[in-house]
């Protein structure tokens, strides 16, 4: 069985930064996206960035130019450098991978990123 597992997050102060670990453990076959998503108390789950097999990123607006993707294939990590964190992005943050055609869509059981003021 496939397990996305997650690591790095923790408490920081704003202006500091985390970097944020993914990797999948277990038999997997051709994972195409991989990413990052959040949820905040109260609020729906949102995307943060994606990353393709291919290397694409998409990046949501409210961490352009703060947080980078990467992507190693060969070992079916993701990670996310967030830097000048804010507050706002205090959540939990989960990872996800979809596969070759959605054959599967696999989350990460989240990691806790509390940013205080």
């Known amino acids: 069985q496939v397990h996305l597992v997650e690591s790095g997050g923790g408490l920081v102060q704003a202006g500091g930064s985390l970097r944020l670990s993914c990797a999948a453990s277990g038999s997997i076959f051709r994972i195409n996206d991989m990413g990052w998503y959040r949820q905040a108390p109260g609020k729906q789950r949102e995307l943060v960035a994606t990353?393709?097999?291919?290397?694409?990123?998409n990046y949501a607006d409210f961490v352009k130019g703060r947080f980078t993707i990467s992507r190693d294939n060969a070992n079916n990590t993701v990670t996310l450098q967030m830097n000048s964190l804010k507050p706002e992005d205090t959540a939990v943050y989960y990872c996800n991978a979809v596969g070759f055609m959605r054959v599967y869509d696999l989350w990460g059981q989240g990691t806790q990123v509390t940013v205080s003021s």
């Open positions: 990353i393709t097999s291919g290397g694409r990123i």
